[in-house]
């Protein structure tokens, strides 16, 4: 057979999906006319549809060596690097081909969506980068700040602080990975004076927005065990999700509180000298939950919501 009979039976071949004996059918032609660029860019395809990628990626190369010229050859590599995930060097070659052809829809349709593509695995990139690179202390000057001037001393003052955005930064991971948190109390306990056989760094507290009795219940003995245990200061977490009672959000508009109808969890800061009550916003962004702590930490509430939960620890 000759070089073009080959080449027109490999193409019938491959529209009807038998790409393993097309691409036989396109080698055999091969043999007979080495320097012939369409013979390299149908093989090129033919590997693509087996997944045969770095064999299809030579024969592109190859198309492009001997008519650098045709678009087609570019655009074989494109496809080819776009399958290899190599999206970047993928639109480089979608753009080559467009240069020579600026008429191919189906070159402007690829670099369009590679386009797209390429929005959004650099912002995908950016949401893991986020939801792995915690660090919220810059966050937090003002109230190190507040802390400074109420503390007097600076090593209580140091140690309240990185209490703080220890507990806040851990519960910033649990929520990355588990879309939740459980609602606890994490006391900051004095290593000198405290029994740590009777006394935990952090109290559950899952129960205590249940009802109004379990909700007045757990002041008085959260401020006994902080008395008790000789705690220096005090963080809570609590998930929006279970402050059931009272739910101080519904009802009350943006205008009251714009972060209303966003998920995410309290913390409530207490010391002897200093209250300090914060939400961390929460939402889906790439199908990865995101805290927008570097977005929008917001730093004070609602009146009612800061009623409703102080006095709660110490």
Not at 15 to 42: C, D, E, F, H
Not at 98 to 114: A, C, D, M, T
Request: glycine fraction near 2%; hydrophobic fraction near 40%; include cysteine.
């Amino acid at each position: 057979m000759s070089a073009e009979a080959l080449k027109d039976e490999g193409n019938s071949q491959f529209k009807a999906g038998n790409y393993l004996k097309a691409a036989a059918l396109y080698t055999q032609a091969i043999k007979l006319q080495p320097t012939n660029a369409t013979l390299y860019s149908n093989r090129s395809a033919a590997f693509l549809h087996l997944v045969k990628l770095t064999k299809a990626l030579a024969d592109a190369d190859t198309t492009i060596s001997l008519h650098p010229d045709w678009e087609k050859g570019y655009f074989r590599k494109g496809c080819v690097l776009e399958a290899m995930h190599r999206y970047d060097h993928a639109l480089s070659a979608f753009q080559l081909a467009l240069l020579r052809n600026p008429h191919n829809s189906q070159v402007s349709s690829k670099i369009k969506r590679l386009t797209q593509l390429a929005r959004e695995t650099k912002r995908l990139l950016q949401v893991d980068t986020l939801r792995s690179n915690i660090n919220i202390s810059n966050l937090f000057q003002p109230f190190q700040s507040d802390l400074n001037d109420k503390c007097g001393e600076q090593q209580t003052s140091e140690e309240m602080f990185s209490f703080l955005i220890e507990v806040i930064e851990s519960a910033i991971k649990v929520w990355h990975d588990t879309s939740a948190v459980p609602p606890r109390v994490n006391f900051l306990l004095d290593k000198h004076k405290t029994d740590t056989n009777k006394f935990a760094p952090v109290v559950n507290i899952d129960r205590a927005f249940e009802s109004p009795d379990t909700h007045r219940e757990c002041y008085p003995y959260l401020r006994q065990y902080a008395v008790d245990s000789h705690s220096k200061a005090a963080c809570m977490i609590a998930p929006k999700s279970s402050i059931s009672y009272p739910q101080v959000w519904k009802g009350q508009g943006s205008r009251k509180w714009k972060l209303a109808q966003s998920d995410g969890f309290f913390v409530q800061f207490e010391s002897p000298m200093l209250r300090k009550l914060w939400f961390v916003p929460s939402s889906t962004e790439k199908g990865r939950t995101l805290c927008k702590y570097s977005l929008s930490l917001s730093l004070s509430l609602s009146l009612c919501l800061s009623l409703s939960l102080s006095h709660m620890i110490i």
